[in-house]
């Protein structure tokens, strides 16, 4: 036996071959179709997961966006509020000043009394010049009549030097009182006379 194999006779014929082929093509397809199982088994559970992360996602945005819809519409009535205390201050500040105007005399009118005034004062003080004797013969009436016309004239003064033309509504009437109280003294003066 040299060199020669020995032949040995096989049990496998083309029946249990062809039998034993099937039953590893059934073994295969049934561990792919256990495969294909398995994986639409994940596939279906991370589409399941993702469907829930969408989900999620979707309904923090609704809060998110419901919060901050809150929020603006909480800012917007706060701007509101403020706006109209803002329009309620201003028509109270509106009002104080058109008051203010109203009861301050207009410059031109103030001058315009002021030159008057001013006139009159000058016309008795010449009248007083005139019958300055007079008063040095025991008319006291006369003397505090030129007391009154010098203290009007100092009023005048700074009331057009310190105020710059405005008087307030109380020294316009003291000087006006002033003025009649010095014409009433110069008429008594002068009836007496």
């Known amino acids: 036996m040299s060199g020669d194999t020995a032949r040995s006779e ?3 014929t083309v029946d ?24 639409d088994l994940r ?16 309904t923090a945005q609704k809060e998110a966006t ?22 309620a201050s201003a028509n109270e500040w509106r ?3 058109n008051d203010r105007e ?6 031109p009118e103030a001058e315009a009394m002021y030159k008057s005034n001013a ?6 003080q010449s009248r007083m ?20 016309i010098a203290t009007l004239r100092s009023q005048q003064s700074e009331f057009v030097g310190a105020r710059g033309g405005r008087l307030s509504q109380q020294q316009l009437i003291a000087w006006i009182l002033g003025v009649i109280l010095a014409l009433a003294a110069i008429a008594a003066y002068l009836k007496k006379g």
Not at 16 to 34: F, G, S, Y
Not at 43 to 58: E, G, H
Not at 71 to 81: D, F, G, R, W
């Open 10 to 12: 096989s049990s496998w």
């Open 16 to 39: 249990t071959l062809k039998d034993h082929l099937a039953a590893l093509i059934i073994e295969t397809e049934k561990r792919l179709h256990e495969a294909d199982i398995a994986a």
């Open 43 to 58: 596939n279906d559970q991370r589409f399941v997961a993702q469907q829930q992360a969408i989900q999620d996602a979707l």
């Open 66 to 87: 419901a919060a901050a819809l809150a929020a603006s519409e909480k800012a917007v009535a706060v701007a509101e509020v403020n706006a109209e205390k803002w329009r």
């Open 95 to 97: 009002g104080a000043m």
């Open 102 to 107: 109203r009861s301050l005399m207009p410059r």
């Open 119 to 124: 006139e009159r004062i000058d016309a008795l």
């Open 129 to 148: 010049d005139r019958n300055e004797g007079k008063s040095a013969m025991g008319y006291p009436a006369l003397d505090q009549a030129m007391k009154e």
